[in-house]
C-alpha cells in the first residue's frame, strides 16, 4: 500500500467512527504523526494508529448501545480474594521491555556527541512515533533530532523492515568504512515521499547491523536535504563512541540489573497509585513483552491492560456512548456495546462507563490476552514480543470489577498518575 492510499484509510476509518468532522486533535494526528511522521509504522499495520482506534469507536457517540439490566442486580464484588503479592506471576530476570527501556534512556548519550557539531537528539514522548511490528512484535522507539532550528524523527529500525525497502527502491551501494561498510538512500525531497536510511554492517557477520531511519517532522516546508549526509555517517560510525551505541542496540544482549531494579522501583510507584481504585485481588505491572504498556494481575494470571480517562458533557466529540449509572462491553473493540448486568463472568475486552455521577468524565478499560505477534490484533490480543511473558493468561474482568474501577473515587487522576509512570520517556 502506497503513502497517499494508506493515508487516506487511515482518515477514512477516522471520519467513520466520528459522526462529525474529525476532532481537531485527531486531525492534528493524522496530518502530522500519519502523513509525515508514519513511514516508519506503515509497513506495521498502523500499528501506533491502530492503538488507539479501538478507543476511538467507543467515542463520539459513535458506538450502539444494546442490552439491559446494568442498574439491576447485585453489583457488591463478593468475597475479598485477598491482596495480590509484588511477586505473584513477577519477571525476575530481565525482559524484553527492561531493555528497550535501556535503549530509550541511554541512546541520547551515548549517540550525541557522535552527531555532526549543532545537532542534538533527545527522547520525546509525544512525537508519537514508536512503533511495533505486527509480524513480529518488535519494538522500535523513536527519537528527536535538531538541527539548525529543524526538527527531524531518527526512528531505531530494529526490525530492518524501513531500511530493507528503502534500500530495495534505492538500490544504495554499501561504501568500505573502518570495520564494515556503510549506506545510505538519498534524501526526500517531500516529507510525504519516505524516510532518509542508513545501516551500518560490521565486517564480522555475526554481528549485527545497525539501522536507523530519519524523516521530517513539524517543519513548515517540504526538507530537500537529510540532517545526516554521507561524510557525516561515515564519521559517525568511526568514532570510538560508536561501538557503544552498536553495543546498545545488540538485540541479543539482554538488560542489565539496574533496569530490572528500575522496574521493580516504577512498579512499587505504579502499585501505590492504583491499589486506590482496583478490586482486590488485583495488582498492575508493566508489561514484559510490550515496553510502555500495563498488564492487570489477577488471582488467575495476567491481561494486558490499558486504560483510559476522557473528558467532556455526554454526547460531545471525545466522549462514549454508554447510559449514565452502567458500565457497556464489547469482545471485540468495535462500535457494538452492550450494556451490562452483574453477571459475575470474567470477560476479555473493553468496558466504557461514566466516572462517577457526573457525565463530563468517563472510563475506558481494555483487557487483552498477553502479548503476542500476529497479522492483526484486537481485544484478545495485544502487540508484543512473542514469549515475554510466562505467567498463566487471566480471564479478563467481570462487569463487577471493571465498574469497581470506574465508580472508584480519583479513578482519573490514578490513569494519568500511572500513564506518567509506564511512558517510555
Not at 487516506?8 to 486531525?27: K, N, S
Not at 538512500?185 to 549485527?208: I, K, L, Q, R
Amino acid at each position: 500500500m502506497d503513502a497517499e492510499n494508506s493515508d487516506l484509510m487511515v482518515h477514512d476509518v477516522i471520519g467513520r467512527l466520528f459522526e462529525g468532522p474529525e476532532p481537531t486533535h485527531r486531525a492534528d494526528l493524522a496530518d502530522g504523526a500519519i502523513s509525515q511522521g508514519m513511514a516508519v509504522t506503515r509497513r506495521r499495520g498502523f500499528a501506533v494508529a491502530g492503538a488507539t482506534l479501538s478507543v476511538l469507536a467507543v467515542v463520539a457517540g459513535a458506538a450502539t448501545v444494546s442490552g439491559t439490566g446494568a442498574g439491576s442486580g447485585d453489583w457488591s464484588l463478593g468475597p475479598d480474594t485477598g491482596s495480590i503479592s509484588p511477586q505473584a506471576y513477577e519477571d525476575s530476570g530481565p525482559t524484553y521491555a527492561d531493555r528497550e527501556r535501556e535503549i530509550v534512556e541511554q541512546l541520547p548519550g551515548l549517540l550525541g556527541p557522535l552527531l555532526p557539531a549543532g545537532m542534538t537528539v533527545r527522547r520525546d514522548p509525544l512525537a508519537g512515533n514508536d512503533s511495533t511490528t505486527m509480524a513480529t512484535g518488535v519494538f522500535s522507539p523513536a527519537f528527536v533530532l535538531k538541527s539548525g532550528g529543524v526538527e527531524y524523527i531518527l526512528g531505531i529500525d530494529n526490525d530492518g523492515g524501513e531500511t530493507a525497502g528503502g534500500f530495495a527502491k534505492a538500490s544504495a551501494k554499501p561504501v568500505a568504512v573502518t570495520g564494515g561498510s556503510i549506506r545510505m538512500t538519498a534524501p526526500s525531497t517531500s516529507n510525504s515521499e519516505g524516510p532518509v536510511c542508513y545501516e551500518f554492517t560490521p565486517t564480522d557477520t555475526a554481528a549485527p547491523p545497525v539501522r536507523f531511519v530519519v524523516f521530517g517532522f513539524r517543519t513548515p516546508t517540504p526538507i530537500d536535504a537529510s540532517p545526516i549526509d554521507a561524510t557525516a555517517f561515515k564519521k559517525m560510525v568511526e568514532a570510538p563512541g560508536f561501538a557503544k551505541v552498536r553495543q546498545l542496540l545488540d538485540p541479543s544482549a539482554r538488560a542489565s540489573a539496574a533496569a530490572v531494579r528500575e522496574r521493580y522501583t516504577i512498579e512499587a510507584k505504579i502499585d501505590a497509585e492504583a491499589k486506590t481504585v482496583l478490586p482486590p485481588g488485583f495488582r498492575l505491572k508493566l508489561s514484559p513483552g510490550a515496553p510502555g504498556e500495563l498488564e492487570l494481575v489477577g488471582p488467575e494470571g495476567v491481561d494486558a491492560f490499558q486504560w483510559f480517562n476522557t473528558t467532556g458533557p455526554k454526547g460531545s466529540q471525545g466522549q462514549i456512548s454508554c447510559p449514565a449509572d452502567s458500565v457497556c462491553f464489547t469482545a471485540h473493540g468495535g462500535p457494538h456495546f452492550s450494556k451490562m448486568g452483574p453477571d459475575g463472568r470474567a470477560r476479555l475486552g473493553i468496558y466504557v462507563g461514566w466516572a462517577g455521577a457526573s457525565t463530563d468524565s468517563s472510563v475506558v478499560l481494555q483487557v487483552f490476552g498477553k502479548s503476542g505477534a500476529g497479522a492483526a490484533t484486537g481485544a484478545y490480543v495485544a502487540t508484543g514480543a512473542p514469549g515475554s511473558e510466562t505467567a498463566p493468561q487471566g480471564p479478563g474482568l467481570t462487569p463487577q470489577q471493571a465498574r469497581a474501577i470506574i465508580d472508584a473515587p480519583g479513578v482519573a487522576t490514578v490513569i494519568a498518575d500511572v500513564q506518567k509512570l509506564v511512558t517510555l520517556s
